[in-house]
């Protein structure tokens, strides 16, 4: 039987668009909670919500998610004879995304310095391999933080929430990684300096 793992690194574009849909983010969320059927799900999706949903659609977005493999059947009921009831879980307990499209924050962030700190082009060039090679230094620490303190970042979101959860890993990974790389923050800002 599959069991569910504490981190899924998701790269396909396809698959990380989808969950820019609120019905699919929502979902996931509420499957934080642990294993549940369709009706658990649907139940708990409509609870204080305004945008109510119906059981068919819970059906059909439960599906994509299996197909997407952000989901699994974890076990099967039989109920009343024949008619069987699926339980879901989610496939991890932290799903990270790879997006290619990151090449979009690392030119928007490398523009925004030289709009600021009017860096030439050279300098632009150089920032952005710093910044490229920061976020993918990040990306592959994420993974590991997760694998060794994902019990830990459960019981802070229990107490803290989510969003707050998820804000403090992040702030705690990014000064870790700078702490860990202080020649990425000495680069930076000897470009930014040469213009103050």
Do not use: C, W
């Not at 204080?48 to 439960?62: A, C, H, N, P, V």
């Not at 990270?96 to 709009?115: G, K, P, V, W, Y």
């Not at 969003?163 to 990014?174: D, Y």
């Amino acid at each position: 039987m599959r069991k569910q793992e504490m981190v899924k690194v998701v790269k396909d574009p396809k698959v990380i668009n989808s969950l820019s849909n609120p019905n699919f983010h929502r979902i996931l969320n509420i499957m934080r909670q642990g294993e549940l059927n369709v009706k658990e799900i649907h139940k708990l999706f409509n609870k204080e919500y305004e945008d109510k949903k119906t059981l068919t659609s819970i059906y059909r977005y439960m599906d994509a998610l299996l197909e997407q493999d952000l989901v699994f059947v974890s076990r099967e009921e039989l109920k009343r004879g024949h008619l069987v009831e699926r339980y879901y879980s989610r496939t991890a307990r932290f799903f990270l995304f790879e997006d290619i499209s990151d090449e979009n924050l690392i030119n928007a962030t490398s523009d925004l310095f030289q709009r600021i700190h009017h860096i030439d082009d050279e300098e632009a060039r150089e920032l952005r391999r710093l910044i490229q090679e920061s976020e993918e230094s990040m990306s592959k620490q994420a993974q590991a933080f997760y694998e060794a303190n994902g019990d830990e970042v459960l019981d802070l979101e229990k107490v803290f929430g989510f969003e707050a959860a998820r804000a403090a890993t992040k702030t705690l990974m990014q000064f870790t990684f700078f702490s860990k790389n202080p020649e990425i923050i000495e680069k930076i800002g000897k470009i930014v300096k040469k213009k103050l």
